[in-house]
């Protein structure tokens, strides 16, 4: 069972390991071919599968299709999320600038697996030009199998979450707060 993110509210839809998670993919020009290619395989093995793009080769800022995802996973509309770069590593970045969503890169399935097991993982970040098609898939295929262990591994979730977080707008007023403060108490600060 899945507990809702204190922030967000966000409850994945169903348990990733339970029947058939609906799969949410993205991609920037990196990861279209290999993103194709395992939304082929995941829908033979029945799952649904939302495709956020991007969809050609053309070159494109992989934060922007991170943004559809992340906002599809939170709004509950896909369950898992699968997102490719060169690398893996820009839009897992991108991706985890959401509360709630836990991009995890991948790269062999007992990583995958961990990423599971251990972190709660709900995204599932791919380095496409750094992994076969078939490291791939089992990558995939591992990370959807397994389920979290929650225990121990449930309370280092919670600390991470509790880390401060300071949205930009935020950090604006904060500064505007300190400035203010400042002109205050001249001299003090010089
Ligand atoms: C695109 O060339 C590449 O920089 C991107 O896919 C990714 O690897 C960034 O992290």
């Known amino acids: 069972m899945q507990t809702p993110h ?4 966000y409850t994945p839809a169903a348990s990733p390991s339970s029947a058939k998670a609906v799969i949410g993919m993205a991609a920037d020009h990196a990861g279209v071919t290999l993103k194709a290619f395992l939304k082929a395989w995941l ?6 599968v939302r495709d956020f793009g991007t969809y050609t080769a053309n070159r494109v ?9 992340a906002e599809a996973l ?3 509309e896909v ?18 600038r959401y509360r ?4 995890a890169l991948c790269w062999t399935p007992k990583i995958a697996q961990l990423a599971r097991a251990h972190n709660n993982a709900n995204t599932c970040s791919l380095p496409a030009r750094f ?3 078939d490291t791939a898939q089992a990558v995939v295929e591992a990370f959807l199998a397994t389920a979290f262990e929650g225990g121990r591994h449930q309370q280092r979730i919670e600390k991470t979450d509790a880390l401060p977080f300071t949205p930009r707008g935020h950090r604006k007023i904060i500064r505007r707060i300190i400035a203010a403060c400042r002109a205050l108490v001249p001299g003090r600060h010089a």
């Open 100 to 103: 709630g969503i836990r991009a």
């Open 79 to 96: 369950d898992i999320g699968i997102s490719i770069c060169g690398t893996g590593n820009g839009i897992s970045m991108a991706l985890n």
């Open 61 to 69: 800022d992989y934060p922007d299709y991170a943004r559809l995802l």
């Open 43 to 48: 829908e033979t093995q029945g799952y649904a």
């Open 74 to 76: 939170l709004r509950g």
């Open 6 to 9: 204190s922030t967000t509210g």
């Open 131 to 133: 992994i076969t098609t």
